[in-house]
């Protein structure tokens, strides 16, 4: 059933391929090092993630597992795209449509020619009418399914619930120096009312640069929107690391280049540097 592209568009599908595409950004990995980490070659991850072949439940949990993401709602839009991929959604409703006219045909041809004491066999009527109900107890069965899968989508679609009074932010995973080398968002780093904005300016037409400091981590890192296959992106402080991200495929440029963070406890001297594919390196101190 995954071996084999669907014959035509299905928009679960897509859509699963899109999230799964958003998670391997927030993870960090390229390619190659996604099938190292896990049991499916490089082109197997390429498939799933590009909707030509529907990714095993397996590899989803694992994806969320390196992204650090709850795997509910990614599971239950998995559900529904394999009901959507095989076909199970559609193909019990029109046979049942189509026996249940011919049983009643059958029923009104067979009382017009038949008389009451030459009426058909009780057992034999019997037979088509749970035949009949099977039937529509399949479709419902895969009616159920999908209806539960696309209530549990809709119930986490908006991944945060509403905040009350009484709720709190979780905490994050990393604090200053332990932030380096993680991504923002897995850590539970970017949250907008800990963000504060270093720097945001435009470094040429339709690409923008934020230089980004979480409050509460106590980390900073860089982003750039609109990045192209070959750009590079990097963060630095005197003293650390360089924390770098660069645009390795197609699946990269549909999402924000972020750059693993760096420990933000001494803001003195940070740099960032972004060198578009075939250009010129431009730093920015600040």
């Known amino acids: 059933m995954t071996d084999t592209a669907p014959p035509t568009a299905k928009p679960v599908c897509v859509r699963l391929a ?20 896990t049991k499916y070659s490089k082109s197997s991850w390429e498939r799933y993630l590009n909707g030509k072949q529907l990714a095993p439940r397996q590899a ?16 239950a839009l998995w559900e529904l795209a ?14 049942t449509a189509k026996e249940a006219a011919t049983s009643s045909r059958g029923d009104r041809a067979s009382n017009r020619k038949t008389s009451p004491d030459h009426a058909i066999p009780g057992p034999a ?17 895969v009616g159920l399914t999908a209806a539960i899968g696309v209530t549990a989508l809709l119930r986490t679609t908006a991944e945060k619930p509403p905040k009350t009074a009484s709720s709190a932010p ?18 539970g780093c970017a949250m907008p009312s800990h963000e504060k904005i270093l720097r945001d300016q435009q470094i040429s037409p339709g690409v923008r640069l934020e230089v980004v400091y979480s409050t509460q981590c106590r980390a900073a890192w860089a982003v750039v929107g609109n990045a192209h296959v070959g750009d ?9 690391a360089p924390q770098q991200a660069k645009v390795s495929d197609k699946y990269d440029e549909e999402s924000p280049l972020i750059t693993p963070m760096t420990d ?9 540097c972004f ?3 075939g250009g010129h390196n431009e730093c920015f101190l600040r």
Request: hydrophobic residues 35%.
């Open 275 to 277: 060198k578009p594919a």
């Open 170 to 187: 979780p905490a994050p995973g990393c604090h200053a120096r332990t932030c380096a080398n993680h991504q923002p968002t897995a850590m």
């Open 18 to 37: 899109k999230e799964l595409r958003v998670l391997r950004t927030q993870t960090g990995l390229s390619m190659a090092t996604l099938a190292e980490r």
């Open 125 to 141: 009527r019997r037979w088509g009418i749970q035949r009949h109900r099977r039937a529509l107890a399949a479709a419902c069965m």
């Open 264 to 272: 933000g406890s001494d803001l003195t001297g940070l740099q960032t």
């Open 232 to 240: 590079v992106l990097t963060v630095s402080i005197p003293g650390s």
């Open 60 to 75: 989803v949990e694992a994806l969320c597992t390196m992204a650090h993401e709850p795997p509910g709602r990614l599971l």
């Open 82 to 95: 394999d009901l959507e991929w095989s076909g199970r959604a559609h193909r019990t409703v029109p046979p």
